[in-house]
């Protein structure tokens, strides 16, 4: 999640010294810097793109921000319509922005490769990945409200997509559309030949569990591989954009709107063409509830909530693509991007909001069996429930910012970097 973009902090903090050092050495007498060659096109420095705040995107954390809301209303609103409104944009969202992350965290191919740069870039978010899924697994065996915990898929998808991030900037979208048609066929071929291949353990266990592992990567609602590919795109994204022009968030918001009114229009059609599955209307797809799925196919030539089909994950991630967007413009303004700080420094840490939430989740779930909160009043519910949780948590994470250095980037974020520069250092 947010803790990926750390690794390109260190980078251009070390960018920064160097250009110090050679200023100083020419007001010194020494020699001049070499003058960088002329721009032909997308830029080769270490990617910087749009607004940022002390080396990091204000745009891209405001839309970790909004994807954690959309996160906290969906477990607490449940098939509510303040949850079926969002669809299933905050989850694949999540999935985009790993992708976003990776493109600051790992050199791109076109910048010149610092001695084992690349590698150490990687190799840390491996690292981060391993205390990502540590931090599911342990999610799954505390209470936790019965929240379906997706930071094992999300660390699975940190640690591919940062290998991907290696490759050249051409071969991303062909990679990302190969994945968005092909996994999808896999995974119901899968579900629906091999069934007893998919187990319902959580927790520590479910580390060593080739079943629980096969949910995890190919199963409805969160399946590993499938987000994959949406990742790549958001890699590609902020690889081949810059967030801070205003032409290029128009072609960003224009390949989303391609691709969510193409997805949208041609699930329409297969579905008038070989006829709709049993339960297809939309209140039903915006549930996300499909329990014919590995007994006709036709579900995956449509587009749903948590649909695990092409047209539906490429819906889903136009629609991301132009919220990218559509968040990038507002903060091209310094006032918006100024009222939106505070939003940004809780999106900045995500994974400790999400954490912390869960737990919350997990505190009610023990008030509600218990019927009461343990000064005798009722459970909060609703937007009670939302009001409160936001009421907590954002203020303790605002609070948890002024702390000095990494620390204040967040509890989880801090030790994921600290265990990552540890084991993998620098060469």
């Known amino acids: 999640m947010s803790e990926i973009v750390a690794a390109n902090q260190d980078a251009a903090a070390t960018v920064d010294q160097s250009a110090t050092a050679a200023r100083s050495g020419e007001a010194a007498g020494g020699p001049a810097p070499a003058k960088p060659p002329a721009r032909t096109g997308p830029s080769t420095a270490p990617l910087r793109p749009g607004p940022t705040h002390a080396q990091r995107n204000v745009a891209v954390d405001v839309l970790r921000g909004l994807a954690l809301v959309g996160i906290m209303m969906n477990h607490i ?42 590698r150490t870039a990687v190799l840390r978010a491996f690292v981060r990945a391993i205390v990502l899924g540590a931090a599911g697994f342990l ?50 071929w899968l579900q629906a030949n091999a069934p007893q291949a998919f187990a319902t353990t959580t927790g520590w266990s479910s580390a060593l569990d080739a079943g629980a592992w096969m949910r ?71 549930i996300g509830d499909f329990p ?64 912390c939430h869960v737990l919350l989740e997990g505190q ?25 949780q936001v009421a907590v948590l954002f203020p303790a994470l605002l609070l948890w910012h002024l702390l000095p250095g990494r620390l204040g980037k967040g509890p989880l974020e801090w030790l994921s970097r600290v265990v990552a520069s540890t084991v993998v250092r620098s060469r």
């Open 77 to 118: 609103f449940g098939a509510e319509l303040p949850s079926l409104v969002w669809w299933d944009v905050h989850a694949v969202g999540f999935a985009l922005l790993i992708g976003a992350g990776a493109a600051f965290a790992v050199p791109s191919a076109r910048v010149p490769d610092r001695p084992g740069a690349r």
């Open 139 to 188: 999610l799954e065996v505390l209470p936790n409200g019965g929240v379906a915990v997706i930071l094992v898929r999300l660390a699975v998808i940190t640690a591919l997509v940062a290998v991907v991030a290696v490759l050249p900037r051409w071969t991303m979208p062909p990679l990302a559309a190969l994945l968005l048609l092909v996994t999808p066929q896999v995974a119901w």
């Open 216 to 286: 995890m990567l190919w199963a409805p609602y969160h399946p590993a591989l499938l987000w994959l590919g949406v990742a790549v795109v958001g890699l590609w994204v902020l690889r081949r954009f810059d967030l801070a022009r205003p032409w290029h968030l128009v072609a960003i918001a224009g390949i989303g709107a391609v691709m969510a009114t193409s997805a949208w229009a041609f699930g329409q059609w297969a579905w008038e063409r070989w006829g709709a599955p049993e339960g297809a209307d939309l209140r039903i797809l915006a």
């Open 292 to 355: 014919t799925l590995t007994t006709d196919r036709r579900w995956l030539l449509g587009v749903g909530a948590y649909l695990p089909s092409t047209p539906s994950l490429v819906f889903s991630t136009g629609l991301v693509l132009m919220a990218l967007a559509l968040v990038s413009a507002l903060c091209l303004a310094a006032p918006v991007r100024l009222a939106l700080k505070p939003l940004a420094i809780v999106g900045a840490m995500t994974l400790s909001g999400y954490f």
């Open 364 to 388: 009610w779930g023990l008030w509600t069996v218990a019927g009461q909160t343990p000064w005798g009043a009722p459970v909060p519910t609703g937007w009670a429930d939302l009001g409160l």
